[in-house]
């Protein structure tokens, strides 16, 4: 079973929509990363947090420790955010779940 | 805006050949990490890199892959003698002040081993 879970593997949306992207892990952490991958497969940080929520223009990444899980909310999607998104939750290394690959059509 | 970079971006070699990745951290960060991703598969793990010496690797580092910190700039990954399935992206990483901070991600060097 693998350590970090993402939930949808593949999501596609209408520019405009709501997107929210979820990710369960089973370890003991002391932070979570969301990061974004692009096409090309360069890896960019989006948000790290080990509490409560963050914000980021569009971006919202929420955590809720006792539960294990962590959301990223994609608010007013655009075609630009056509990405892979992936959660990697840090106890002595960072262990990545498999990413959620979303398409945003105009 | 300060970046990782990395050299080169896409390297072809022969099974057995030695390579060398480079990276270049971002100059005040301390941590340094490489990981891995094979094609269609997730990111992984290889090695953690502080004061120069290697502060936690996965069983995947093993004795064909070593790190160094040749100078006070480059960090680098060598593969020794190079299989097929090294085939894969390589993402070198730093941070400022290891696991509890933010790493920020080179672009990656593609290598392809034939």
């Known amino acids: 079973k693998n350590e970090v879970e993402q939930s949808p593997q593949n999501l596609t949306a209408q520019e405009g929509e709501f997107i929210t992207i979820n990710c369960s892990y089973s370890?003991?952490?002391?932070?979570l990363h969301w990061l974004q991958q692009h096409p090309g497969g360069g890896i960019v940080s989006l948000f790290m947090l080990s509490s409560g929520k963050k914000k980021h223009g569009r971006l919202i990444a929420t955590i809720n420790i006792q539960e294990k899980h962590s959301s990223l909310h994609i608010t007013a999607s655009h075609p630009r955010d056509s990405a892979v998104y992936i959660c990697a939750v840090m106890n002595d290394k960072l262990i990545f779940g498999t990413g959620t690959r979303l398409q945003v059509f105009p | 805006e300060p970046e990782v970079t990395q050299t080169p971006s896409h390297q072809v070699t022969q099974m057995g050949q030695e390579v060398i990745l480079r990276c270049v951290p971002i100059?005040?960060?301390?941590?340094f990490y490489w990981y891995r991703q094979i094609l269609g598969q997730k990111v992984e793990f290889l090695v953690s890199?502080?004061?120069?010496?290697?502060?936690?690797k996965s069983e995947i580092f093993d004795d064909q892959f070593s790190v160094e910190r040749p100078d006070g700039s480059n960090f680098t990954l060598k593969i020794r003698s190079t299989k097929l399935e090294d085939s894969a992206m390589y993402f070198c990483?730093?941070?400022?002040?290891?696991?509890?901070?933010?790493?920020?991600f080179g672009p990656g060097t593609r290598l392809t081993v034939l």
């Open positions: 890199f502080y004061n120069n010496e290697i502060s936690e």
């Open positions: 100059s005040n960060h301390l941590y």
């Open positions: 990483a730093s941070s400022e002040m290891g696991l509890y901070n933010e790493q920020f």
């Open positions: 370890v003991g952490i002391s932070a």
